[in-house]
């Protein structure tokens, strides 16, 4: 069995002191593939290191909404925008630079949404003109997002990760380009929408991922996630879709790797 971590920060520095065990154990459950993303400039080259070192590690560069200069004087901004995007055309041409992200836009954080979206739209233009997928991270401005995309007439694609919503919001995203990224989430019982999306989605439209070290699954709430725990994730869906393991497995990681053009 082979799965694919779509989504995991093996590079924060919480898993500095067991990386390598952590990765060998992970190897002999099957999970033997994973994407990195990006979240700042300080951050890219961090990950470029680490799946340069790894044959099944890759990474993406892209700035996330968290990291998001928040200090900025307003006559700045241009200058800021301006700078990511030139930090971001250097190091996309990295080898194992797969994907451009994790990018998007949060409504729970004080940044300027005007500013979010500035930074959205060099990320969706750098993406347009190479055709690499997005990894797009969204909460609470799904409107704002599908907007913003149909302004851009987005055509590359990505994954929509940490997917938590109903399945009409995911199949928009489906239709869009988008794959959605399941995890964690869909081991908490009470997250019923997800789970139902998750259980009703087309198969090709899924992508596995844990989030570590965020977004705990169920019963180890408060524990510093693992790349470990997909196999959870992976067996959850397999229960909540009525279909083995194996075919889970199979399907998601031959899904991540046709997103990340990886043969
Ligand atoms: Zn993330």
């Not at 055309?89 to 836009?105: D, M, P, T, V």
């Not at 380009?177 to 439209?205: C, H, V």
């Not at 497995?249 to 899904?255: G, I, L, Q, R, V």
Request: aromatic content about 8%.
């Amino acid at each position: 069995m082979n799965l694919f971590d779509s989504h995991c920060h093996f590079d924060f520095a919480v898993f500095d002191n067991d990386r390598e065990a952590i990765w060998q154990k992970c190897n002999q459950l099957g999970i033997n593939a994973l994407m990195i993303p990006g979240v700042a400039p300080e951050q890219w080259q961090i990950a470029a290191n680490i799946s340069a070192q790894h044959s099944n590690i890759y990474h993406g560069v892209g700035l996330h909404p968290w990291w998001i200069e928040k200090e900025l004087p307003v006559e700045n901004t241009a200058n800021y925008v301006s700078d990511i995007r030139e930090q971001l055309q250097q190091k996309i041409s990295l080898s194992k630079c797969r994907a451009i992200g994790e990018c998007g836009l949060d409504a729970s954080i004080e940044t300027p949404m005007e500013l979010q979206q500035k930074i959205l739209d060099v990320h969706l233009e750098l993406a347009q003109k190479t055709s690499m997928p997005l990894i797009i991270h969204c909460h609470k401005a799904h409107n704002e997002l599908c907007e913003q995309l149909q302004v851009h007439k987005f055509s590359v694609g990505g994954v929509i990760h940490a997917f938590s919503g109903s399945y009409e919001l995911a199949l928009r995203y489906w239709k869009m380009g988008f794959r959605l990224g399941i995890g964690g989430i869909i081991t908490y019982e009470r997250a019923n929408k997800t789970r139902k999306a998750a259980q009703q989605l087309p198969i090709e439209s899924i992508l596995l991922e844990t989030d570590a070290p965020d977004m705990p699954i169920y019963g180890k709430q408060g524990e510093r996630n693992s790349p470990e725990n997909l196999l959870v994730i992976a067996q959850t869906l397999s229960d909540l879709r009525n279909v083995t393991l194996e075919c889970i497995a199979e399907k998601a990681t031959s899904n991540a790797r046709t997103l990340f053009k990886i043969n």
